[in-house]
């Protein structure tokens, strides 16, 4: 179980090699990776994402642990990033490593809807217009009820 | 003596992410209060408390939470994560 909240950007094809090389305990790994989306046309020149240093760890631990408890996952990997990011930055990742692929979806799927409202990280858009910090929808708030 | 930790736009609006705070406040929601007295920035960054989310000692809770033995309050706009 490993979970790394950092500016530096990271190697996908390397963290998902090292999460599934040599596990013979699961037979599925589901994998998510969230890119920083330019919604405003090409005009997005950057994202910065602040973050609670202590309490974001703490957070997203105890959502990991819900999620191994809930779907006895044998391995979860999770990488946050903040700080400065341009458009088709990779912001975070997880991987879930299951017995089946049932519980990798569904445990990744879990642990994306809590880390969108519960994780304290804040995104600040940076666009030709001026500056915006990201609502949150209610629609993520909502995506906790079927939990 | 509490810390009070700012985030995002509050922080923004307060023009400052930490400060230490002499209070005998017995809740979240009466430490807000003797914030928005201060000062004019504090009161335009509490007006909608609706709007805001609070966690002490790193934790979320409720306006409502009381802050006997309290180290850390934080107060930030929802989450965006992901």
Do not use: C, N
Not at chain 1, 87 to 96: E, K, L, Q
Not at chain 1, 109 to 125: G, N, Q, T, V
């Amino acid at each position: 179980m490993v979970v790394r909240v950092q500016q530096a950007a990271f190697d996908l094809g390397a963290e998902l090699e090292r999460f599934s090389a040599a596990r013979k305990d699961a037979g599925a790994v589901v994998s998510f990776t969230g890119l920083v989306r330019d919604d405003a046309g090409g005009a997005l020149d950057r994202m910065v994402i602040e973050h609670y240093p202590g309490m974001t760890e703490r957070a997203i631990l105890e959502i990991e642990a819900e999620a191994v408890e809930r779907w006895a996952l044998k391995d979860v990997l999770i990488i946050h990033r903040f700080g400065d990011l341009r458009p088709g930055d990779r912001i975070m990742m997880v991987a879930t490593a299951a017995r089946h692929r049932k519980e990798a979806f569904e445990a990744a799927e879990f642990l994306m809807d809590y880390l969108k409202s519960r994780a304290p990280f804040w995104k600040k858009e940076f666009t030709r217009d001026g500056a915006e910090w990201v609502a949150s929808k209610d629609e993520d708030e909502a995506a906790l009820g079927r939990w | 003596m509490i810390d009070v930790l700012y985030f995002a736009w509050v922080r923004e609006r307060i023009g400052l992410p930490r400060e230490k705070v002499e209070t005998s406040a017995e809740t979240v929601a009466d430490l807000v209060e003797e914030l928005k007295a201060r000062e004019e920035r504090y009161a335009v960054a509490f007006a909608d408390v609706s709007a805001l989310r609070v966690a002490v000692d790193q934790e979320l809770t409720e306006f409502s939470a009381p802050l006997a033995g309290a180290r850390e309050v934080a107060f930030f706009p929802p989450m965006t994560g992901g």
